[in-house]
């Protein structure tokens, strides 16, 4: 249940940081000398006896209330593994005036992880005045095991003479990196400080266990796709009640690529006033490969634009899975510096991609890919960005990196399973900043306007005419044939004399990709087939966010 990769990382812990119980010399079936200074050998009507794991120690403590004391130390000692440790109890009544109430308590040391567990009992045992044939025993026997319950321990198997408890101290839960049995923003917290600390070569935050625990994708690494990852889980759990782990029975990166519309509605919804900015991720090593690498470089940020036409008409791919996971991670935004996203298809395949933005420091930003296989969210891959900017020229996505003199632009290709740079632009001296594409819109992870409208209804300007404007991103917005009695043409040109495609129905729903000062360039949908064309603007009622 190691794997080679953490346990490299764990040769960084320091020993001193695993405290272990000194441990006593060996005890079998003899009686504890107690701690309590009235204690009546004479009757003693009871003997408790504790067995402790091997390759474990324990800390064990009996104390009792009476009428006279409240939480009075009875005994106290140290045991090693493989040990038995038995205990005389004195009895007494349960009458209000003559009553002895005790609690075990029995803090076990060990396991895989070397874990603390504490079992706690309370037990009474009669007085044999009363009841003279009555001589209590009873064996505590503890073992450990890595199963999850939920809880840290569970009794077994139990008889009026003994209880075996199972502590689960070899266990670990996937996400659960802090150990508090919940998956959580609080584990996706913990990672990406760990990250960012060992980014900078800080020293190592987290035990073995917790480590095995924060690599949800089995890659032998815990970084920030890991985070996301938890993330991403925690948005699903909550959203529906179930969620499954992404990707994480292979070790190679799948994803699917760019998403994307649909013909047939769109949806009007209310714009979030947040300011987007450009960030950067964890620095990556500096090379001058004309090949595949990544390079941490910086870049100014500027506008954003928009991203090349498409005319796909899927309609099938479940976008939630963005909405929820961007969702998640802003409940995180406060711990970080950058905490943007993208929307883009990368491999233009009508699939779009979801690109995260996180990072404490330029040390550790980095641009993170994910898509759409099967109607799940996949991590695709990780891209180091230090200071850089996506941009896009010729439908192609790029990273535009500049660190002082330096500049380098890496191609981003996308096969549908992995995702690999391929270096397009090196200078060491640059003088001046060679703009290279335009910059692509970020999304602060407040912000889910873009989201909520997933699928994009895309078109292709090139079947409009050049007098036309378009909106930002081209995505349409709706609209409604306004017409007072009939039908309105849409037509090939925006001319009166060109050619009629069809008649629109008054009230029918249209998408509005464009116009001049008469004419929308618009489609509609019917029998499932969408046309373009033109419409006059004066019967035409279109929508606008709030």
Not at 50 to 56: D, G, L, S
Not at 307 to 324: C, F, G, L, V
Not at 358 to 375: F, M, P, V
Not at 419 to 442: F, L, M, R
């Amino acid at each position: 249940m190691k794997k080679s990769g953490i346990m490299a990382v764990l040769s960084a812990l320091a020993l001193s940081a695993i405290t272990i119980l000194s441990p006593i010399e060996n005890v079998f079936a003899e009686n504890i000398t107690p701690v309590y200074e009235d204690f009546n050998a004479n009757d003693v009507n009871g003997k408790i006896t504790v067995e402790i794991p091997e390759k474990a120690s324990a800390e064990i403590k009996i104390n009792f209330t009476s009428p006279e004391v409240t939480d009075e130390p009875y005994y106290s000692t140290e045991a090693d593994g493989g040990n038995s440790c038995s205990f005389d109890i004195e009895g007494r009544d349960t009458t209000d005036d003559d009553y002895r109430n005790y609690t075990l308590s029995v803090a076990v040391t060990g396991g895989d992880y070397n874990d603390t567990t504490v079992y706690t009992d309370t037990f009474t045992v009669p007085d044999g005045n009363d009841n003279p044939d009555s001589f209590m025993n009873m064996t505590y026997t503890f073992t450990i095991d890595d199963k999850s319950t939920g809880n840290k321990w569970d009794i077994s198997s139990e008889t009026k003479t003994q209880k075996n408890i199972a502590l689960h101290m070899n266990h670990y839960l996937k996400g659960d990196v802090n150990g508090d049995n919940l998956i959580d923003a609080v584990d996706a917290t913990q990672i990406q400080q760990y990250y960012a600390k060992l980014s900078a070569g800080g020293e190592v935050t987290l035990n073995e266990r917790q480590l095995l625990a924060a690599d949800v994708n089995n890659d032998d690494l815990v970084d920030a796709v890991d985070a996301t990852q938890i993330q991403q889980y925690y948005a699903k759990l909550s959203a529906v009640g179930t969620a499954t782990w992404i990707n994480t029975e292979n070790k190679t990166t799948t994803s699917a690529p760019k998403s994307t519309t649909t013909t047939t509605s769109s949806s009007s919804s209310t714009k979030k006033s947040t300011t987007t900015t450009s960030t950067t991720p964890k620095t990556s090593p500096s090379t001058s490969s004309k090949t595949t690498t990544t390079v941490t470089t910086t870049v100014s940020s500027t506008t954003t634009t928009t991203t090349a036409p498409i005319t796909s008409t899927t309609t099938n791919i479940d976008y939630s899975w963005y909405s929820e996971a961007v969702e998640s991670m802003a409940g995180v935004a406060d711990n970080l510096l950058y905490h943007n996203y993208y929307i883009y298809d990368i491999n233009d395949d009508d699939v779009y991609e979801l690109i995260t933005e996180t990072g404490t420091c330029e040390a550790d930003r980095i641009y993170s890919i994910y898509s759409i296989k099967d109607n799940e969210m996949i991590a695709v891959s990780d891209i180091g960005a230090g200071n850089s900017v996506l941009t896009e020229k010729d439908g192609k996505l790029y990273i535009n990196k500049c660190h002082m003199s330096y500049q380098s632009v890496d191609l981003i290709r996308f096969d549908g399973k992995t995702v690999s740079t391929e270096n397009v632009y090196e200078k060491e001296q640059s003088e001046t900043y060679i703009e290279y594409g335009t910059d692509i819109q970020s999304y602060d992870y407040s912000d889910l306007s873009v989201l909520n409208k997933l699928p994009y209804t895309y078109y292709n300007t090139d079947k409009a005419s050049s007098d036309f404007y378009f909106t930002q991103n081209q995505i349409a917005n709706g609209g409604t044939v306004s017409t007072d009695v009939g039908p309105l043409n849409l037509r090939t040109a925006p001319d009166l004399n060109a050619k009629i495609l069809l008649e629109m129905p008054k009230d029918s729903f249209i998408l509005i990709y464009g116009n001049n000062e008469e004419w929308y360039y618009v489609s509609y949908k019917e029998n499932n087939i969408t046309y373009y064309g033109y419409a006059s603007r004066q019967y035409i009622t279109e929508y606008v966010d709030d």
